[in-house]
Structure formats: C-alpha cells, structure tokens
C-alpha cells in the first residue's frame, strides 16, 4: 500500500521493487534511463507507457495515477477525535465540582512539559487534553458567576495556558481551523483574567497561526500591536522583556516570508537579539525565548533567503542541547537537512533525517517537508543511501 500523495514517479518504482522487476524498461519497450527519469519525476509518461508499466508490474492503472499532481506530499489531519469533541463542549454536568485552580495548573503545566520535551508528545497529548479540556471548560463556567474573583483569575489564567498548548497541538496535526478558534479563546481567557503578559503571550500564539495560515501582515499586525499593549500596561521587568523579544520574532518570520530578508535581519539584530542578551535562556510562558530560539531563527533567515552556506555556518554555532522544546530542535535540524539537500549532499541530508527521526519520530511523520526530503533521496541518492531513505519511507508511512 502507498500513501495516497505519493507521485507517480514513486509509485512506479515501489512497485517495481517491491516485485523485484529489474527489466520492466525493456518489457514495455523503453529505455532504463527514461524509466529512471520518469520515477524521479523528471518525465511524465503518456497513458500508453503508463499502462504497460502498469501491466508488467501486475497492478491496475489506478494504482499508480494519484489524484492529482503534488508537489509536497502532505500527510492528512491527524487530530485526536476525543480531543475535537472535548472542545465541542463534550465535557461533565455543571453540577459537578469543579477541579481546584492548583491541581489544573499542575496538569497543564506537566502536559506543557511533556509536549516540549517527550519523543511520544503527539500520543501523549491525545491521552492527556481531552480531559484536561472538559475539566478546564467545566470550571470556567463553575467560576464566571462566583464571589471569588482571584480563583476566577487563576481558572482563566490556567484556561489560557491549555489554549495555548492546544493552538500548537491543533496547528501541528494540521486542524488550523481548530487552532484559530482555540487562539481566540486564549486571547480571550487572559483578557477576561485581566492578566497584561497572557494577553501578549495570547498575541503571540494567535501570530503563530497567522504565521501557519500565510497571513503575514496580520500576523505583525498581531504582534506589534502586543508589543506596543504590552509596554503601555506592564512595568519593566525580565518578563516583559521576554514576551517583547518572542513577538519581534513573529515580526521576523512575518518579513522572512515576505521575502524581505533586510527586514527580517534587521529585527533578529537589533530587536530580538539585544532582548534576548538581556534575559537569557528561559521559556517564560511557553515561548522558549532566548538566544539560542534567536539563533535558530537567523538559520532559518539564511536557508529561506537561499544563503545555504551561511546558514549551515551559523548552524555549527548553535548549540541545540540548550533548545527547551523538541519543536524547535527538530524544526532547526530539518532545515539543516533541508541545506544540505539544497546542496546534493546526501549523505549528510539522510543523517540529520535519521536523526530527526530518532529526536522525534512523530514529528517527523507529520511534517511535508520531511516527506518531500525522504523521497528526493529515494529519486536521486546512490544505491546505498536511496536504499534507507526507501526504508524510512517505509517507516513513515509514505510508502
């Protein structure tokens, strides 16, 4: 069975190894070579040569047409069912007591960990949200109408941190939908807790789902705007200065994908940079800012400007084993992979792959460009290298 994107380049060659059909070419009356370039994708062949192929390998012709043309195999929404349904308000009758601010932060502070740090964070998350979500829910609405207006903040407060959790879930198990809605909660809970930096953090997360959905001047908008609310409401401190520093770097990813790379270098030097220097490493409110976040975000400025070399320079700098998050060590590894691919060098490209998937094996199955990487390797690589790539194909699921 073949992943329902994959190409038809790659289907024909799955086949056709998985049969051992060395001479298919000379049977349907083609050469070896034009066989190889129409698996790389470099031919598209007519229906006649699609339909001997097809024949020769003993499967039907649907079998090797996909759908329609890809260009980055996508895997499909991999959003929990229990965890939709819990945010659709599937949770326990009001009469139920509700859980005490302290044991929800507690919870929601341990799946935040375990989401930033466990290899399984995608199983974990679906084991732990659902609950985790009603219980939530359920308490907001036990608090909204008390006499007890700190332990209504502290439940909204909680409330936020959950959104914001569940806005990564969500955007990382392809349901952005669900991630905008749920980054319209956070920003309202911590507004409704009165509470300045959940607010900006809010604005942060809703950023990165504008980020998601390629809406990149609303997401500076979003971010400038905290920045701005942010230092109107709140004195200075380490936490402001870090919250500032995470929405510049929404500012940067918002230039970057404009393509203003002057821009985009500009804010990491003299505004994330500096703010980063003055807080140091820290993960204040989830956002793992710090230098080590800014200099993975100035690799990722030189890959998308094309300054492949200068990003991989920067890279050998970086030192990941101070990243806080798996999310961010594995979304900087892949670009490293990325480069190296850009530059044919596969050898190199299939180790930071096989690393990755050693880092964070679900991760990596859910990420298009991780697929696209594996299966460019199977098209071109030497023998040796497209042979493992062709396993961890497997592995992932594309084939």
């Known amino acids: 069975m073949v992943a329902p994107d994959l190409p038809i380049g790659d289907r024909i060659r799955h086949y056709r190894k998985s049969r051992q059909q060395d001479v298919v070419a000379g049977l349907v009356g083609i050469t070896p070579d034009y066989l190889s370039q129409i698996e790389r994708g470099l031919k598209v062949p007519s229906l006649q040569i699609l339909y001997a192929i097809a024949r020769e390998l003993g499967v039907p012709i649907a079998a090797l047409l996909s759908d329609e043309a890809v260009t980055a195999p996508a895997p499909p929404p991999t959003a929990e069912t229990s965890v939709v349904r819990a945010l659709m308000g599937y949770g326990p009758a009001l009469s139920t007591p509700p859980s005490s601010p302290r044991d929800l932060r507690e919870r929601i502070e341990a799946a935040w960990r375990s989401w930033q740090t466990s290899p399984t964070r995608f199983t974990d998350a679906a084991q732990a949200l659902p609950v985790l979500i009603a219980e939530v829910e359920h308490s907001v609405r036990a608090h909204r109408s008390g006499p007890d ?38 920003v309202r809970a911590a507004e409704d807790a009165d509470d300045p930096l959940r607010v900006a953090a809010a604005q ?19 971010a400038m705007h905290g920045i701005e609310t942010l230092h109107a409401e709140v004195p200075a401190s380490v936490e402001r200065e870090a919250m500032t520093g995470a929405l510049h770097l929404v500012t940067v990813v918002a230039a970057s994908r404009r393509r203003d790379w002057t821009a985009a270098r500009d804010r990491l030097r003299k505004r994330a940079a500096p703010a ?78 096989l690393q990755l998937e050693s880092l964070a094996p679900e991760d990596l199955a859910r990420t298009p460009m991780a697929r696209a990487l594996v299966l460019s390797l199977i098209r071109r690589a030497r023998a040796m290298h497209a042979r493992q790539a062709e396993s961890l194909a497997h592995r992932l699921g594309v084939l």
Request: glycine letters at 6%; aromatic letters at 8%.
């Open 149 to 186: 207006a700190q332990t209504r903040r502290q439940v909204l407060r909680a409330a936020a941190d959950l959104y914001f959790l569940l806005r990564s879930y969500l955007r990382r198990t392809g349901r952005l939908d669900l991630s905008l809605m749920v980054a319209d909660r956070a």
């Open 204 to 222: 942060w997360n809703l950023g990165h789902v504008l980020l998601a959905t390629d809406e990149t001047d609303g997401a500076e908008h979003v």
């Open 276 to 353: 980063a220097a003055n807080v140091g490493e820290g993960n204040f409110l989830w956002t793992v800012f710090g230098p080590t976040n800014v200099d993975l975000h100035r690799v990722s400025v030189e890959m998308e400007a094309g300054e492949v070399s200068e990003a991989l320079h920067l890279a050998d700098k970086v030192d990941t084993a101070r990243v806080q998050s798996i999310e961010r060590e594995f979304t900087f590894t892949l670009e490293v992979a990325r480069c190296y691919d850009l530059r044919r060098e596969d050898a190199a490209t299939l180790l930071h792959l």
